[in-house]
């Protein structure tokens, strides 16, 4: 009984690593091609559905966490889902005007990046069991460069984003109310900006902590 | 006798031991390293004995007040003991009184300075009364908590960890602060009347129950803090085993009804669900520390129904009453509940460990 259970959870899982990262490798494509062919001002009109489905889908893996399917720890997946449906939906989805900005191909290009081989190698472990120690070795290496690209991109594109979010008023609620609540989205914006600065050297401090974990472990078998 | 002190690694203390009377306590113990290593004083040392490497058994906490020679099993003339430093550590009572304070100064700062300049908004002051009523309120709540916590309550461990004191005090602060922007705000929006003097009464009356469980927790334990745990009894406390949080969180609960802000409400949630982790904990340390062995009384048995109610959404368990009857806990229960069934059937009786009661 309990192996039909794992073997279930084994399928489920490899089914939903490659198929997320079939859709990442679609952005990664989609954004290079327009990169060359069209320049950057063009990327996110290209990315935008496989963009919005491969991150939304990372929300399954928020719940995954909780029920026990897999072990990462909530309080990193947390963060880190958090910021990127953040900036996919908060910022990019919801005010076009920033969408030709650079830093939305770099964005997209480090993301990518991260999750093809994020989404590879649990789908190797998965459907095999283990994966090869070069994919150990990207896997735990390349955020060196792609969390500081990535995470400066964040952070640009959501500095940038603030005129056009004051300008706008949208996803505020303002008083007076029944409920005596109200929300300002600029506000949320920079506490948001205000996250960065901790979270960000505690996430990269995390990954390294795993990275040595991880390659060490690997050398001793 | 010869105490041999290690640290959790399994690195010796302090070189070579301490040399003890045999009937030396614990205390005496504490006093000794003190004065062998200045930085650790007595409520920073938390000494335990070693648990056997791969038992997942919680280590044994020494007792200040025993006898080394009673930790000690077979081996009169030597002890070794775990040693490991909690901190800087600061008194409950300090730590209670500033997290408390922040409240009770900050609020009334929402009321009486015109602070929503800053947030752009220009000063006009039209106050409705709920604001007023809620002012006094409040700050009646936090001054009687900082009184409680100087002339009532009886903490079972002198000491908190210095990191406490700023984790409270941002929790306390921040949400005084959040709250007390929007029931002070100019564009505030009052309920009824009527929903306002309910929300106030009843959150008054809880106040006072609240105040009145404080009072039978007390009297559990003697001046110094000494007498450990025990089985609360009476009023409240013969149907939830944390009453004092119950009230607390339906006192909040009066509060929110009558100031209606999401803020507060957000407040009472978080609140909650910090309360009953306590009152689940503290329930099943009861439950085990009673457990009708040697002497001790046994802890009236739990409800173990989760109770289909809708605080069930907050996270917070409800427990149904179930009424049963006739143990010596209930004869000796101050509050002399009758049995409902035939003693005959001799069921002990059950008590909930969920800090929230709702007859459903």
Same mark, same amino acid.
């Given at each position: ?27 990664? $494509?989609?954004? +290079? ?19 919005? #489905? ?11 966490? #909780? ?17 990127? #449906? ?19 191909? /770099? ?14 190698? $649990? ?12 994919? #150990? ?8 460069? +792609? ?20 300008? /706008? ?38 990954? +390294? ?13 | ?7 959790? &690694? ?5 070189? =070579? @031991? ?35 490497? =791969? ?15 009673? %930790? ?47 947030? =752009?908004?220009?000063e006009k002051r039209v106050i409705h009364p709920v604001q007023t009523y809620a002012l006094y309120y409040w700050c009646f709540h936090y001054f009687k908590r900082i009184m409680e916590t100087f002339f009532v309550h009886r903490f079972s461990h002198a000491t908190s960890p210095l990191s406490n004191v700023f984790r409270n005090c941002a929790y306390y602060w921040s949400f005084g602060s959040y709250i007390a922007y929007y029931v002070n705000h100019p564009l505030y929006t009052p309920v009824g009347d ?8 009843? @959150? ?7 105040? %009145? ?12 803090? &000494? ?26 609960? @009066? ?36 457990? @009708? ?5 046994? %802890? ?6 989760? &109770? ?50 709702? %007859?459903?």
């Amino acid at each position: 009984m309990a192996s039909a259970f794992t073997v279930l959870r084994r399928l489920y899982l490899f089914i939903y690593n490659w198929i997320v990262f079939i859709g990442w490798f679609q952005v990664l $494509f989609l954004a +290079l091609k327009t990169l060359k062919e069209s320049g950057h001002e063009h990327v996110y009109n290209a990315v935008e559905k496989p963009l919005l #489905l491969a991150q939304s889908a990372a929300v399954l893996e928020i719940l995954h966490g #909780l029920i026990g399917l897999v072990r990462s720890p909530v309080s990193t997946t947390l963060p880190q889902i958090g910021s990127r #449906l953040y900036l996919t939906w908060g910022i990019l989805w919801s005010f076009p005007e920033i969408r030709t900005h650079v830093l939305v191909t /770099s964005l997209v290009i480090s993301w990518a990046i991260t999750e093809i081989i994020r989404y590879s190698f $649990f789908g190797m472990k998965e459907a095999f069991g283990f994966a090869p120690s070069w994919h #150990l070795w990207l896997r735990y290496s390349t955020f060196l460069v +792609l969390y500081p690209t990535g995470i400066s991109s964040e952070v640009g594109l959501i500095y940038f984003t603030l005129p056009y979010i004051k300008a /706008s008023e949208k996803y505020c609620i303002r008083m007076p109310n029944k409920w005596n609540f109200s929300f300002d989205y600029l506000n949320a914006a920079i506490l948001a900006l205000g996250i960065y600065v901790p979270g960000s050297p505690h996430m990269y401090r995390y990954m +390294l902590g795993q990275r040595k974990r991880a390659l060490s472990k690997s050398k001793k078998e | 006798m010869k105490v041999t002190l290690v640290s959790r &690694s399994g690195r010796e203390f302090i070189k =070579g @031991g301490l040399e003890l009377n045999d009937s030396a306590t614990v205390a005496d113990l504490q006093e000794a390293i003190h004065k062998r290593t200045k930085k650790f004083y007595p409520s920073r040392q938390r000494l335990t004995l070693p648990v056997p490497s =791969g038992s997942r058994e919680r280590p044994v906490v020494l007792n200040y007040k025993k006898n080394l020679k009673d %930790y000690c099993d077979g081996n009169e003339n030597s002890l070794t003991l775990v040693f490991k430093d909690l901190g800087p550590q600061v008194s409950y009572r300090t730590l209670f009184f500033f997290e408390y304070l922040g409240p009770l100064i900050l609020y009334p700062a929402f009321y009486y300075f015109p602070v929503y300049k800053f947030f =752009g908004y220009e000063e006009k002051r039209v106050i409705h009364p709920v604001q007023t009523y809620a002012l006094y309120y409040w700050c009646f709540h936090y001054f009687k908590r900082i009184m409680e916590t100087f002339f009532v309550h009886r903490f079972s461990h002198a000491t908190s960890p210095l990191s406490n004191v700023f984790r409270n005090c941002a929790y306390y602060w921040s949400f005084g602060s959040y709250i007390a922007y929007y029931v002070n705000h100019p564009l505030y929006t009052p309920v009824g009347d009527l929903q306002m003097k309910i929300g106030f009464g009843f @959150g008054v009356v809880c106040q006072l129950a609240n105040f %009145y469980c404080h009072i039978i927790l007390k009297n559990l334990r003697s001046p110094d803090g &000494s007498g450990g745990y025990q089985i609360p009894r009476g009023f409240l406390f013969n149907i939830v085993t944390c009453a004092n949080y119950t009230t607390e969180i339906y006192q909040w609960l @009066g509060f929110n009804i009558a100031t209606q802000t999401v803020a507060g409400y957000v407040f009472l949630v978080v609140a909650t669900s910090i309360m009953t982790n306590w009152a689940l904990a503290k329930h099943r340390r009861l439950k085990k520390l009673f457990d @009708g062995k040697d002497g001790r009384p046994k %802890y009236p048995r739990s409800s173990s129904a989760f &109770s289909h109610c809708l605080l069930r959404d907050f996270g917070c368990l409800v427990s149904r009453r179930s009424a049963i009857a006739c143990s010596e806990t209930l004869v000796a229960s101050s509050a002399g509940a009758q049995p409902l069934l035939s003693p005959r059937l001799w069921l002990p009786r059950r008590r909930s460990a969920y800090s929230i009661v709702l %007859y459903c």
